[in-house]
């Protein structure tokens, strides 16, 4: 809710350098696994299959999910001690302008963070602030390679299996 992103935003938010080196080890192992099944030779069980298989979008989701994350932390928490309104909850910083008039909610940042990480695009919220832009560029960048992995991949196995 609403409420809870605004007062855990201080707390709830980890370093950028620990939310990319996770979501790297991410995506490292999710793209491992799916290369090492179509380089070996012989066939894979079930279970590696599914798992191999599985990995590839709870990996991109999870690109998203931590980027949605972050962007929370970045709207809620101005970077000082101030409480807003003496009711413990940091001083609104804003870097994103999401229609309608209710203050973003958790969905609402999930929503913007899969957008970009299925279209490249912002589509109907507007980034107002330099952090939230840098943010929003990593993550752009980081989902457009690990995108490009995807399409790499199955490409490779289409050929494979033509041949």
Request: proline share 6%.
């Amino acid at each position: 809710t609403t409420a809870y992103l605004k007062k855990n935003a201080r707390r709830g938010d980890i370093p950028v350098s620990i939310i990319f080196a996770i979501t790297i080890a991410v995506i490292c192992v999710a793209l491992l696994s799916v290369f090492e099944l179509i380089a070996s030779s012989k066939s894979p069980s079930p279970f590696a299959l599914a798992l191999s298989l599985a990995s590839i979008p709870l990996g991109w989701f999870t690109i998203h999910t931590m980027a949605a994350l972050h962007y929370a932390h970045l709207y809620w928490f101005a970077g000082d001690a101030g409480k807003a309104g003496g009711k413990g909850s940091p001083t609104p910083h804003g870097g994103l302008d999401f229609p309608g008039k209710a203050e973003p909610a958790g969905w609402d940042f999930l929503y913007f963070s899969t957008v970009i990480g299925m279209t490249a695009q912002t589509a109907d919220t507007g980034i107002t602030t330099t952090p939230m832009r840098r943010a929003v560029l990593l993550h752009s960048v980081v989902s457009f390679f690990f995108n490009t992995v995807i399409v790499a991949a199955v490409v490779n196995v289409a050929v494979s299996i033509g041949h």
